[in-house]
């Protein structure tokens, strides 16, 4: 076997390992600790958010740390690989997929806000001290955790960018934005309407 299949089977290896770590379902298997199945709860969501409003807070932190990490750790396992450095972006992308399409929950999942963060944090933690501005901006004034999801999401690929990040990273960041604006489509219809739920601390 030539170097160059050795490098590929490695990233498949891992790629698949980070898909299978992303589907791990935090917030269900959280919630079901507690007796909730948070499917069925609230927004249905097994997101942090959703956890916070019908487990309660200490279990909605726990939630958002736990997807955060999803997306972090095999980013960062990576990049102090032998491997070359941009296999992370790619590697970052299949652990967030595992969260939005679990293939414990029958590829169904969050809508990867959380686990997005982790991936972000690992790759370009600069852009994500911009999008999080953004995000306590729109939740200071608005109250809205979905709008400041969208919001953050949607500034990312352009924070990237600007910050003159490698063209792997700035393709990966923007297929996660669009994933996550797409996995809001109700959000905001709710929030065209008027009646999406404002976030009460």
Do not use: Q
Request: with cysteine; hydrophobic share 55%; net charge positive.
């Amino acid at each position: 076997m030539t170097e160059y299949e050795t490098t590929i089977l490695a990233l498949s290896i891992i790629i698949a390992a980070a898909y299978l770590i992303g589907s791990i379902p935090t917030g269900l298997l959280l919630g079901k600790a507690y007796g909730i199945d948070v499917r069925k709860e609230g927004s249905g969501n097994i997101g942090a958010t959703n956890l916070y409003r019908t487990v309660g807070r200490k279990v909605g932190i726990i939630t958002l740390i736990g997807d955060c990490l999803k997306g972090l750790l095999p980013v960062v396992l990576v990049k102090f690989s032998s491997l070359p450095p941009e296999f992370a972006a790619w590697v970052g992308l299949a652990a967030f997929c595992g969260h939005v399409f679990s293939v414990f929950l029958k590829f169904k999942g969050g809508k990867g806000v959380a686990t997005a963060l982790g991936v972000f944090l690992a790759l370009a933690p600069l852009a994500v001290a911009i999008a999080i501005a953004l995000f306590a901006v729109l939740m200071l004034f608005w109250r809205y955790v979905s709008l400041g999801s969208i919001a953050a999401a949607a500034i990312m690929p352009l924070a990237v960018f600007l910050l003159g990040e490698n063209r792997t990273v700035t393709t990966v960041t923007f297929i996660i934005a669009m994933i996550v604006i797409w996995r809001h489509h109700e959000n905001i219809k709710r929030l065209l309407s008027g009646s999406e739920n404002k976030f009460k601390a």
